[in-house]
């Protein structure tokens, strides 16, 4: 079978581990002890290697619908136990914690289950198919008791130090324009992916523009005020699926989002923009497009006054890979300072750009663990999760259930301005047969 997208970056997280000779840490007592829903494509990246280099978080247990590919995977990942149910796994009263990283349709579902078996839940992103299975799983009773388990969203790149970086430079009341670009080639993500089968709450919105939308509600700490407008490219294996969307969204501070997320980028050639020769490779899966994913933000201009002049000073703020920031990642502060003199003739303009990178926490953000230059995304996340359940204050990081509720209110809403239907509730929750 032909390699995806997810394993390669497998292959290529087992490789940095081994080049850079990073021993397994010795497991304390009391380390939490985790159980895989599902022998998923992402759990490598996201759990069972950040693992290794975590002493409180051993990979104890996974479940597969079928018996042979939980095993093989099981051996490939040096996991103990596996068990022949998904319901097997999270009534297994050795495990701790439950990662469920299934199709999003079936988030709602396993998420309470676990929860209802005492279980603390690192639920992969988007955390649920829309916002009414949200309400009903982050307002659930089970999570409203004092000793409540935990239950996290897996929005990765919101605990890495260097999103924080991004954060701390402005002030969102500034924000005068937003725009979030994400894209993967064409081709990356077969046409039966999860991604593209609206039973299983695919869709791009809801897999890459997840991260669009979370970093604008971000950027502007607020909720969308207007629902300006949202364009749908439909997916060919699904046209309740879209294979990418543009969106515009008006915020309270009077500023504007925008974001454009694409699971199927191609060559686009438009005659005379953009380079000639794209008309050579149109239509070709385009590698580069918003590749690293990237984010701009415009602020408002400021206005003061300098020995009699006039002075406007106006910054633009790049996060290039704001999604994958432990790869690489840089911040450009650009900033234009215009000087005029009283009768408003410009008399200079100068311009700057300052950049920032943070692999580990820097200065007095980030608790008591600075992390280590080398930590992923998701191992940003994980001890930021394992500090939750220990009790601990942490880096201050995480995505509070309210935060996931009006996410997907947003996806919905998106959904809904694009003239598309919002993702179908689980049955479970629904009462439908
Ligand atoms: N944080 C991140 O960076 C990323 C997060 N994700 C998220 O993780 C989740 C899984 O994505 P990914 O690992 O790419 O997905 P996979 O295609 O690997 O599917 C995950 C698992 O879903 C299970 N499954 C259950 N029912 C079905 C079904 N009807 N059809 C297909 N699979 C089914 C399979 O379990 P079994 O082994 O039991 O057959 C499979 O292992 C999604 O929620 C996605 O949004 C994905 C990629 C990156
Ligand atoms: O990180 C990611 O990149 C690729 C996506 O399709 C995936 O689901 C997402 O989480």
Not at 183 to 191: M, N, R, S, Y
Not at 359 to 375: A, I, L, R
Not at 400 to 412: F, R
């Amino acid at each position: 079978m032909a390699m995806t997208v997810m394993d390669w970056l497998n292959l290529i997280g087992e490789w940095s581990e081994k080049l850079a000779r990073r021993p397994n840490d010795v497991k304390k007592d009391g380390a939490l002890r985790f159980g895989i829903l599902g022998a998923a494509q992402i759990a490598p990246q996201a759990l069972i290697i950040p693992a290794r280099s975590h002493a409180e978080v051993i990979v104890a247990a996974v479940a597969a619908r079928d018996k042979r590919r939980a095993h093989a995977f099981a051996k490939k990942y040096n996991i103990p136990i596996v068990h022949d149910t998904y319901d097997e796994l999270i009534n297994d009263p050795a495990l701790d914690c439950i990662y469920v990283p299934l199709p999003v349709a079936m988030h709602y579902e396993w998420a309470l289950k676990a929860l209802q078996a005492g279980k603390h839940v690192l639920l992969e992103k988007p955390s649920v198919s829309n916002a009414e299975e949200a309400r009903a799983l982050f307002e659930h009773p089970v999570l409203q008791s004092p000793n409540a388990p935990v239950l996290l969203e897996a929005r990765h790149y919101q605990f890495h130090p260097a999103w924080h970086t991004f954060l701390s430079l402005f002030d969102p009341a500034d924000v005068e324009e937003a725009n979030v670009r994400t894209a993967i080639a064409a081709g990356l993500f077969p046409a039966d992916d999860i991604r593209f089968k609206y039973e299983l709450g695919g869709g791009t919105l809801m897999d890459l523009g997840t991260y669009n939308l979370s970093a604008l509600r971000g950027i502007f700490g607020a909720e969308p005020t207007s629902f300006v407008s949202a364009s749908p490219q439909p997916s060919s294996n699904d046209e309740r699926c879209d294979i990418a969307m543009e969106a515009t969204y008006d915020f309270p501070n009077g500023g504007v989002g925008k974001l454009s997320c694409n699971l199927g980028a191609r060559v686009k050639y438009e005659k005379g923009k953009g380079s000639w020769w794209a008309w050579l490779f149109q239509d070709w899966p385009d590698v580069v497009a918003d590749m690293p994913p990237w984010l701009t933000v415009k602020l408002r201009e400021m206005h003061g006054v300098e020995e009699d002049m006039a002075v406007t000073t106006q910054k633009t703020i790049v996060m290039n890979n704001f999604m994958g920031p432990h790869m690489w990642h840089r911040i450009d502060i650009n900033t234009t300072t215009t000087y005029r003199s009283p009768n408003n003739t410009i008399i200079k303009t100068e311009t700057s750009t300052e950049s920032k990178k943070a692999y580990v926490w820097p200065g007095s953000q980030g608790g008591d663990t600075k992390g280590e230059d080398w930590w992923t995304t998701y191992r940003y996340m994980l001890e930021g999760f394992v500090d939750r359940v220990k009790g601990r204050k942490g880096s201050g990081a995480w995505v509070e259930g309210d935060d996931s509720i009006k996410q997907m209110a947003a996806i919905d809403e998106t959904y809904r301005k694009a003239g598309m239907v919002v993702r179908p509730t689980n049955k479970v929750l629904s009462g439908a047969n």
